[in-house]
């Protein structure tokens, strides 16, 4: 009886087991005039790794104009398909960046991903508020200078949490001193409104100005990238990314 009973169990499995093969391929077989809705194998991009000569070959305006196509990429959902594996593999023992970007530490805002750019693409500065100090500003050195990229481009954002700080002159541990970098940009609003944290349009404007003056410290404390900026070897640009909308607008439109 045992023996019956386990020979039952067992050609009871083996039948599930060959349903369930067949529900699956029957699935993976559309009927006649039926398409697939399976999404499309994607071949990731694994972009070659810029060498000195192709970085040197490179313009500012060139590589303004690669950031808005992938911002437009970003907001279309379009991002680049690539093969970060490869990609760290092709960059291991040298990097020729087209760009350092200033951004905010927010969250919110992944820097690469907004102008779609790969590893090895761009170096990424990142501070609450988006300002410069000597760190920061030796680090644009030695991205323009040392390793030859085109651009500096200062990138604040909407609905900032370290501007809105500021704003409210808030007091608390090293924060307090670091809001000291963003406060030039509150006073620098010529606004009749009211002048909170709580009123966008104000905010928006001390947002833009904060980028302006990080651009003009980056000019008056680095006669290197100065320098470099008046021989038109580099731009210095600012930007306002939207996190609403996913745009990056650039100050110079």
Known sequence: METVIKSIFLFGIVTSVIACNNQSNQAKEPADGVVSDALPDIEPLVEEVLTAEEQAALTPDEVISL???????????????????????????????????????????????????????????????????????????????VSGSKLILVMGHEHCGAVKAAIDDVKLGNITSMLTKIKPAVEMVDYTGEKNSENPEFVHEVCENNVKNTINQIQEKSPILKEMQNNGEIKILGAIYDMDTGKVSFLED
């Open 67 to 145: 950031f808005r196509e992938g911002n437009q990429r970003f907001m279309s959902n379009d991002l680049t398909a690539r093969n970060h594996s490869e990609q760290v593999r092709k960059s291991t023992y040298a990097q020729y960046p087209k760009a350092i970007v200033l951004s905010c530490v927010d969250s919110r805002v992944p820097v690469e991903d907004v102008l779609d750019r790969g590893i090895g693409d761009i170096f990424v500065a990142r501070v609450a508020g988006n300002f410069v100090n000597e760190d920061i500003l030796g680090s644009m050195e030695f991205a323009c200078k």
